[in-house]
């Protein structure tokens, strides 16, 4: 099992408690697989030539996991401002965003190429690669994006025709149109509901978890990417969807107990 994550890195900033701590969806996700027991793992994007940088390579060399394909170019490294409420949940400002060297990278053909023997590929819809990444892949890897929570189902029927496994945030007047497309497409589509757990679509079956209990949310950032790493490595190796689903709770609970993506 290789696994590749493209190309979300940042810093997630908290402004209300001064501190800063590595993230991006892609970085989450290999963070994960790698502490999951995963020993092939690899990260491909961009970073500036900054101090937000090199608390992204700090992180990657104490997991070791490799830097050849982290980028320096002459832009900021990718930033996001974080909010929580008093619930533990995060939130956004208009300002929070800076996509810095994210928005400006671009995988060269070489790039590509070194992954033509990867068998899980991962990236967030709103990478501005994604399109040539669905060109680019081949019939033997397993290919998983995240539509996050503002991307509708209109944008996943756009592309689910070149993905295996889509996952959302999602809500539950959503939940018997993605199971349509989900059998229509014959693609799994797990959405996650927060409090309300998760759900599976495949071989137009329903599968539910509930979410499992914490004492006390401090951060639900980073959940998602936790989830999405657990329930793809459990489903590579048994696909058992029950199971994937139980890991991929299991995961979240851990990350919801303290700030930031990861530690």
């Known amino acids: 099992m290789k696994i590749v994550a493209l190309t979300s890195l940042c810093v997630d900033i908290y402004p209300e408690k001064d501190k800063v701590y590595v993230g991006g969806n892609s970085l989450n996700f290999i963070t994960q697989c790698k502490l999951l027991g995963c020993k092939d793992v690899t990260v491909i994007g961009a970073i500036g030539n900054d101090r937000y940088g090199k608390l992204i390579e700090t992180h990657l060399d104490k997991l070791k996991i490799s830097r050849s394909k982290i980028y320096k170019i002459k832009e900021p490294t990718a930033s996001n401002k974080i909010y929580i409420n008093e619930d533990g949940d995060r939130y956004f400002k208009k300002d929070s965003w800076n996509g810095g060297a994210f928005?400006?990278?671009?995988?060269?053909?070489?790039?590509?190429?070194?992954?033509?023997?990867?068998?899980?590929?991962?990236?967030?819809?709103?990478?501005?690669?994604?399109?040539?990444?669905?060109?680019?892949?081949?019939?033997?890897?397993?290919?998983?994006?995240?539509?996050l929570d503002y991307l509708g189902i209109e944008v996943i029927r756009e592309f689910i025709d070149d993905i295996d496994i889509v996952f959302l945030s999602g809500k539950e007047e959503m939940l018997n149109e993605l199971q349509e497309l989900s059998a229509k497409k014959g693609k799994m589509i797990v959405a996650t509901l927060g409090a309300g757990g998760s759900v599976a679509f495949f071989d137009n079956r329903r599968y539910y978890q509930e979410a499992i209990k914490v004492e006390k949310i401090i951060d639900s950032t980073g959940c998602g990417d936790a989830f999405q790493a657990a329930f793809v490595i459990e489903w590579y190796q048994t696909h058992d969807i029950k199971k994937a689903l139980y890991k991929g709770a299991l995961a979240a609970k851990k990350v919801l107990s303290f700030i930031g993506g990861v530690q």
């Open 103 to 147: 928005d400006a990278f671009r995988l060269s053909q070489n790039d590509w190429n070194s992954l033509t023997d990867s068998t899980i590929l991962a990236m967030p819809a709103g990478d501005p690669n994604l399109k040539e990444l669905l060109n680019q892949r081949n019939e033997n890897q397993l290919i998983v994006i995240d539509f």
